[in-house]
């Protein structure tokens, strides 16, 4: 009885493994003809070289954000360094290849090649972009596999590269062959300890509403949920054959839940440091400038509230009632001066959610009473994105918990004083060492020790870090006010130097192709019958 029990048990195993391929995979015709679509529509360099087929699940690669960074720039890299491979870009934009080519040349300066890029369409992205009012992460963990699925229908790829963090894909493409490898990039763990310590102390969230937190039974019953949870995503986790991780931090909750410490690495994001690190120094407009997507994640309430605060300790800097500033053509070009502080917003907006979002700051600073000092400015062309960083004397980052920070960088590298959230990839990799504030004041270097810094080596600061509103605006007055130029000079040196040599192009190159080398090394050997690993 047991034996026909546990033989019903097996056949439903083998039913279930089946059907999986036959619904991810289709026929082996199927397959057949969309490879063969590929090959007519691209031109790898296959004359030492048999064509590999690189698919990247990225389901927004035109979003413009710092994960849309790391895609391209790792799509770059394989361009100059493989001309064989064609990168497959599961896609749900909608959007034409030369036209989605020509959005990354505009957004990040990178010139991709259209011949070795192919996009597959996606019609299921609602399942990862809808904001289910219950069980997001499971709703969404579902949705992240049936779109995997839809993916890999369009084109079964030789590597499968993950650049959002969707890690329930990954036993989905070990089931279908165990012939794909699978390489991830994760910049943020999907569930991570700090969610569940949020959860359990009951404390309001974006990831905790107010029902939950205010509930003692829906706090049980949902450190259940996110119990369950984070085993099922650290075993899918472990599916995967190399992973890579943008940040100490996120380095840290990765390896605790996928258990693979020798599979993964840190691998910085790439920040175009060289180009920004050729702009001047001097000189600088009183502006406050934030460079991050309007996610709500983000936290720039935290920015305008801050910036109110200042205005409110500072009231000098508060501009009158009949101010105007002058037209954005004028500043960009640096032909009009600003008499008083501003605060500009700049960030993609992915999708309608992210517009109401910007809007809604834009209210928030004209019930502050300080609209005439705030701008938002939504989807800017990274053209005009350099013209803010290079007029713009202070750079403001509040997400608490940022798995990294590129903005943070960008703006380090360009010149900014830049005051980041004191937590996670900003304190552990980027803002190191900082200004903190000591009972409410920052703990600066005096004038004399900055210009000593600036003759030497020093281990001086390269930004600040805060918490709450308050000290964001203190550490917003130690950049903008004018008794303070050696500090200023020498954080702003420091600061440039530590994202050139930490955080480049050419640095993420050097790291990527460390992961990456072996994946092409283990497919040539598959296809020679040979064994190795990805070590």
């Given at each position: ?283 600088r407009q009183p502006i406050v400038m934030s460079l991050a997507q309007f996610r709500p994640e983000k936290n720039h309430a935290m920015q305008i509230e ?89 750079g403001l980052h509040t997400m608490r918990d940022e798995h990294f920070g590129i903005g943070v960088v960008e703006m380090m590298a360009a010149g900014l ?119």
């Open positions: 009885m047991y034996s026909f029990a546990a033989g019903v048990v097996v056949m439903a195993f083998v039913a279930v493994f089946l059907g999986l391929q036959v619904l991810t995979l289709g026929t082996q015709q199927h397959q057949d003809e969309k490879r063969s679509l590929v090959r007519a529509a691209t031109k790898p360099d296959t004359s030492t070289h048999e064509a590999y087929y690189v698919g990247f699940f990225h389901p927004f690669p035109g979003a413009g954000g710092g994960g849309e960074r790391v895609l391209w720039t790792m799509i770059k890299a394989i361009q100059d360094k493989y001309p064989f491979i064609v990168s497959v870009i599961y896609s749900g934009d909608k959007t034409e290849c030369l036209e989605l080519i020509q959005n990354v040349r505009g957004k990040f300066g990178l010139e991709i090649n259209p011949q070795t890029i192919y996009v597959v369409e996606l019609n299921r992205r609602w399942w990862v972009e809808h904001k289910f009012p219950r069980l997001t992460l499971l709703m969404q963990t579902i949705g992240s596999v049936w779109l995997a699925m839809e993916a890999i229908n369009g084109l079964r790829p030789d590597v499968f590269v993950d650049t959002v963090g969707y890690a329930f894909t990954y036993p989905l493409v070990r089931a279908i062959s165990e012939r794909i490898p699978v390489v991830s990039y994760t910049h943020y763990p999907t569930i991570s300890s700090d969610m569940r310590t949020l959860v359990a102390s009951r404390e309001a969230g974006i990831n905790n509403d107010d029902a939950v937190a205010n509930s003692a039974t829906l706090t049980t019953l949902k450190n259940l949920y996110y119990a369950v949870f984070a085993a099922a995503y650290a075993w899918a986790g472990s599916c995967a054959h190399t992973v890579m991780t943008n940040s100490s931090w996120t380095h840290s909750h990765i390896v605790k839940l996928f258990g693979r410490p020798s599979m993964t690495r840190v691998v910085y994001p790439p920040c175009d440091t060289a180009e920004l690190a050729t702009l001047e120094l001097l000189p801050a910036f109110a605060t200042l205005l409110r300790m500072h009231p000098e800097l508060a501009a009158p009632q009949d101010w105007k500033p002058p037209a954005p053509g004028a500043i960009l070009d640096n032909v009009a001066s600003i008499a008083y502080p501003m605060l500009v917003m700049l960030g993609g907006a992915r999708n309608i959610d992210d517009e109401a979002r910007a809007e809604q700051l834009r209210q928030l600073a004209k019930r502050l009473g300080i609209d005439r000092q705030v701008r938002v400015v939504i989807n800017a062309p990274w053209t005009q994105v350099r013209r803010w960083l290079r007029i713009s004397a202070v004083l830049t005051v980041a959230h004191d937590s996670a990839g900003p304190k552990m990799d980027i803002v190191t060492p900082a200004v903190r504030c000591t009972n409410g004041e920052p703990d600066a270097p005096s004038e004399t020790d900055a210009k000593q810094s600036l003759d030497e080596n020093s281990d001086f600061p390269v930004g600040m870090v805060a918490e709450s509103a308050e000290e964001f605006a203190a550490m917003l007055w130690l950049a903008l006010r004018t008794d303070r130029p050696m500090l200023h000079a020498a954080m702003q040196r420091k600061a440039r130097l530590a994202a050139e040599t930490r955080f480049s192009e050419t640095a993420f190159f050097q790291a990527f192709y460390r992961r990456f080398d072996p994946v092409v090394r283990w497919l040539d050997n598959q296809r020679s019958d040979s064994d190795d690993s990805f070590e």
